[in-house]
T-cell receptor, first 113, second 110 residues
Framework: DAKTTQPPSMDCAEGRAANLPCNHS???????VYWYRQIHSQGPQYIIH???NNETNEMASLIITEDRKSSTLILPHATLRDTAVYYC??????????????FGKGTLLTVNP | GAVVSQHPSWVICKSGTSVKIECRSL??????MFWYRQFPKQSLMLMAT?????????EQGVEKDKFLINHASLTLSTLTVTSAHPEDSSFYIC??????FGQGTRLTVV
């Protein structure tokens, strides 16, 4: 699986957009970009994933650069409950839903009042 | 939506005893489940892949005789930490598929 690089921490004001970057310069053509988050003392939570097109769901938007070497997770209106460690993972999609994930250190996003 | 339930949420045990952690997929069948361990201020590390009806696959450095995994049905996998020691104190998390994780089990060995 391709390695990802994320800033160790970021701050964001409540109500503002949080933009979390991820570099994955060695990503392969068949690898997807996945984002998860982990609130303190809880299990990880899936947020969103994409291959090359931008994606949006009820939680966030995912912007992937045209060369696919980096991406940005956008939380449009951050709340205090969005304070968590955010993990960017690139992984080939085997076609099935069962496969292991390799977690890096992620970005600790702190949303401030 | 699909939910993965993990039990117990936390447990304290004496050194030398064994502890069993359950991971259940509540409304879908999971032929494969994954067990992770997370030490304080560190990321999740995969311990093993649990396969229904067959032996688990352990990651390098994880003692299979110490961390017993049983996946006897399509909705239940269990992780037993045998002869627990204080260094086994950690946050244990299971997952079934890429999208669903249990809430984690905080194990403290005293």
């Amino acid at each position: 699986d391709a390695k990802t690089t994320q800033p160790p921490s970021m701050d964001c004001a409540e109500g503002r957009a949080a933009n979390l970057p991820c570099n994955h310069s060695t990503i392969s053509g068949n690898e997807y970009v996945y984002w998860y988050r982990q609130i303190h003392s809880q299990g990880p939570q899936y947020i969103i994933h994409g291959l090359k097109n931008n994606e949006t769901n009820e939680m966030a938007s995912l912007i992937i650069t045209e060369d696919r070497k980096s991406s940005t997770l956008i939380l449009p209106h951050a709340t205090l409950r969005d304070t968590a460690v955010y993990y960017c993972i690139v992984r080939a999609n085997s076609g099935g839903s069962n496969y292991k994930l390799t977690f890096g250190k992620g970005t600790l996003l702190t949303v401030n009042p | 939506g699909a939910v993965v339930s993990q039990h117990p949420s936390w447990v304290i045990c004496k050194s030398g005893t064994s502890v069993k952690i359950e991971c259940r997929s509540l409304d879908f069948q999971a032929t494969t489940m994954f067990w992770y361990r997370q030490f304080p201020k560190q990321s999740l590390m995969l311990m093993a892949t649990s396969n229904e009806g067959s032996k688990a696959t352990y990651e390098q450095g994880v003692e299979k005789d110490k961390f017993l995994i049983n996946h006897a049905s399509l909705t239940l996998s269990t992780l037993t930490v045998t002869s627990a020691h204080p260094e086994d104190s950690s946050f244990y998390i299971c997952s079934a598929s890429r999208a669903f994780f249990g809430q984690g089990t905080r194990l403290t060995v005293v």
